[in-house]
């Protein structure tokens, strides 16, 4: 094990070797790419495994799969899901699960449902502050995908009612701005045992992000099988506190570039932000031994 560990550790952010990628968005969330361009640029990033890690949706991965045949990248089911702990919006990563699972199908359909009633009333609430949006801006930008604040900011910049992506979330869509609100959102046991029902394994996606080392321990305790320890909002230092939580709780990890196709200015983060396949094999094992 120890020497498993230190062999992974050189291993992480090297380029040699065959490197997964488990965390990707596409344009059934708030990626720019479709699934197929994602398998093409993964392939022109010499990764040999994806995961594509759509908010609330798995619609784009049958077409990833497809596409990977052609470039013998293999491509491992996932999503991501939102949760609510204490009122925090916590983002866990999903994967190996059955996504033809009709439980799990119906979830997300429901979640994707919530979100567009939600954009409404963001949209409602800009309005009442004298910013003209309209619904179907927001709906443009999320084309087929599912509708989020992501896309709010975009269809705000867009309009040119926003200097920035950012500065929408600062002044207008992020928690605590005047237009912000919450999406529907299941606890972190729920989630995981939803996953778990569909044959999954459940992560803490990117935590020093913005969760709390307290909030870390509870959410170990909601069932989660791992944490994402690969991840642009982690140096050096928190992916070795996190692989010590790994090792300490004798959970899983994963890792991965949230690579959004460019959109939020990540164009650079495809082929850096990886993992090696050993980490791939260590959920196998876990669910099928
Ligand atoms: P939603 O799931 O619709 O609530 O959107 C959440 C997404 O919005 C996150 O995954 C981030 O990509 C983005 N986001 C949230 N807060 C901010 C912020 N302050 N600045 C930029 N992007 C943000
Ligand atoms: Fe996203
Ligand atoms: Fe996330
Ligand atoms: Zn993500």
Known sequence: MGNKRNELRENTNRSDGPRADLHLHTTYSDGARTPK???QRAHAANLSVIAITDHDNVGGIDEAVEEGKSFGIEVVTGVELSVALNDKDIHLLAFFFDHNDK???DYLSFFRYERLKRAERIVQKLN????PLKLDAVLDQAGVGSVGRPHIASALMEEGLTG???EAFLRYIGAGAPAYERKYQLSPVEATQLITQAGGLSFLAHP???????ELSTLIKSGLDGIEVVHPSH???RQEFYRGVVDQYFLLECGGSDYHGGKK????VL???TVSLDIVEDMRNRLFS
């Open 271 to 273: 082929g850096v932000y």
């Open 235 to 237: 140096n050096e230092a």
């Open 265 to 268: 200015n990540d164009e650079n």
């Open 128 to 131: 009442d502050i004298n910013i």
């Open 37 to 39: 361009e994602i398998v």
């Open 208 to 214: 020093g992000k913005y969760t709390t080392d307290l």
């Open 103 to 105: 439980k799990l199908l």
């Open 164 to 166: 920035t992506y950012h």
